[in-house]
């Protein structure tokens, strides 16, 4: 018995909606939703509200290092869960050594030439006027570590976001979408690339693409290695640059800083006499 062809096409369009909900289940879609709008809108709400005050102490700052780390774990903890009831293998969420001559090369190849770009970057943003970098500058100087106490904690955030976040875009998201999409690794890169990009939305339209390329490069360098080792050891080690390193040599240097404090200084005396 034929079917009408318009009844056909239904029941082919019906088997394959039933098809790609078995392959990316709702569990799968709900955390992806999550990672495309709450993760973003979260971290722009939060950061827009802490650049806006006048000032921010370690105790701000601790707590914010706090609320995100407890937040990272929850929600790799939640995915690595549903990974595993929806039969993903630690091979298939890169949780293997695999071959550890080759992710111990890449681990350092990539991370080397990171830091020696990101260090080229920020001597280039100390460079330029304020206006053009002022967004960028706040978040730098605001929301890192100053202090012995607050600096204690950042190591333990960037420890917790170069295990979670790579856990999140490049084991589970790649994996999910690998999967989803019959194998492929073009679509698993760019989807993974796509989601840490939006994470990152705060930063503005260069923070976007930057992150989008950089998370084609983890991802890359997961697909080669097997692995999530080489982008979270890249990933710890730039971000702990990015927090301890980077903001003290944009901040202004002692002897720029002794000569405004002798202008202050002189400018009271007048005032008082």
């Not at 009844?7 to 709900?30: E, G, K, Q, T, Y």
């Not at 950061?47 to 609320?67: G, K, M, T, V």
């Not at 084991?171 to 994470?199: K, T």
């Not at 983890?218 to 697909?223: D, E, G, P």
Request: aromatic share 10%; hydrophobic share 55%.
């Amino acid at each position: 018995m034929r079917l009408h062809p318009l009844l056909s096409a239904s029941n082919r369009c019906f088997h394959l909606w039933v098809l790609s909900h078995s392959i990316m289940p709702w569990d799968f879609i709900l955390i992806f939703a999550a990672l495309a709008v709450f993760v973003p809108w979260r971290s722009s709400v939060r950061i827009r509200q802490l650049l806006a005050r006048p000032s921010i102490s370690a105790r701000d700052r601790i707590f914010l290092y706090l609320s995100t780390i407890v937040f990272q774990w929850v929600a790799a903890s939640v995915a690595l869960w549903r990974s595993i009831e929806r039969g993903l293998s630690r091979q298939n969420l890169g949780l293997v050594c695999g071959n550890t001559g080759r992710i111990i090369l890449v681990a350092l190849g990539v991370t080397s030439l990171l830091s020696l770009l990101q260090w080229m970057g920020f001597r280039r943003l100390r460079r330029q006027p304020v206006p053009q970098s002022s967004r960028l500058r706040q978040i730098l100087i605001k929301l890192m570590p100053e202090q012995r106490a607050d600096s204690l904690v950042f190591i333990f955030l960037v420890a917790t976001v170069s295990i979670c976040e790579e856990f999140l875009y490049r084991g589970f998201a790649f994996a999910a979408v690998f999967r989803a999409g019959g194998g492929s690794i073009f679509l698993a890169m760019i989807c993974s690339a796509a989601l840490f990009s939006l994470a990152h939305s705060y930063q503005g339209v260069q923070g976007l693409l930057n992150t989008f390329f950089l998370g084609l490069l983890f991802a890359a360098c997961r697909t080669w290695t097997s692995s999530l080792l080489p982008p979270v050891a890249a990933h710890f080690v730039v971000d702990l640059m990015a927090g301890l390193v980077v903001p003290r040599a944009m901040r202004p240097d002692s002897a720029s800083e002794q000569v405004r404090r002798s202008h202050s200084n002189l400018l009271d005396m007048l005032i008082l006499t």
